[in-house]
DNA sequence: AGTATAGTTAAGCAAATACTTAATTATCAA
DNA sequence: TTGATAATTAAGTATTTGCTTAACTATACT
């Protein structure tokens, strides 16, 4: 037997390094798939699945515009990473304050 | 050809929703693994390989007592996701704004 | 000593992933 | 209409991943 199908959601979308500097990129505005791709040094195909996956998880948007292809940022299901991940905040902020506390009563 | 060696990082960590409901269940302090693996219907070395994962990446920590292995949380390596995901938190609070203007226009 | 318990390591497998090159679609330009 | 450009889809491949069962290690119990 074998895994089950691992529905594509935002935390896999987001492992991926060069999906997440695609993402980087957008942040500075909306672009067709030549500019965004240019520092990559991946064949067009792959920067193109990339995409497809970032778009499935509504992570990007797309418009056409003569034959160029423009993606824009949509970081609204990154909500749910900054969610899951806040609930571990207090944990290392309780860290961080106790070793401030240890090196305040060390000095 | 194929890709390059992919190294284990936190992102690709937390891609595994088994991997997060690990460390969601160690919110509740150290456990030892047959207490932590209980309410998953997986084999043991499947969860035991999931927690070398965790491990691997600085998530968690080990401790053997007795014939037991205890897991505690360690959350820090989560602050590159947070830190990561901060970057694009001003981008929905912005269209999270423009909508609250949107809407009060409207009424 | 013999056996049960907690957990890992080893080996193997099917599916998913991240690429590649080749072919295709669509638009623009001469 | 011919050709170049932008990008995707198709097909194929090597590697990784997430599991499985079987075997092993180590501690505890009787």
Redesign the interface.
């Known amino acids: 037997m074998a895994r089950l199908p691992a529905t594509r959601?935002v935390?896999?979308a987001?492992?991926d390094?060069t999906r997440?500097s695609l993402?980087?990129r957008l942040?500075a505005g909306e672009q067709p798939v030549k500019q965004l791709a240019a520092p990559f040094e991946m064949s067009a195909p792959a920067i193109s699945q990339h995409l497809s996956v970032l778009c499935e998880v509504g992570l990007v948007t797309q418009r056409r515009v003569g034959r160029q292809r423009f993606y824009r940022?949509n970081?609204?299901p990154?909500?749910q990473?900054?969610d899951?991940?806040?609930?571990?905040?207090h944990?290392?902020s309780d860290?961080l304050a106790s070793l401030g506390d240890y090196l305040e009563e060390e000095s």
């Not at 899951?84 to 905040?89: N, T």
């Open positions: 959601d935390f896999a987001i492992a390094p997440r993402l980087d942040r940022l970081p609204e990154l909500q990473v900054a899951w991940v806040a609930d571990y905040e944990f290392w860290k």
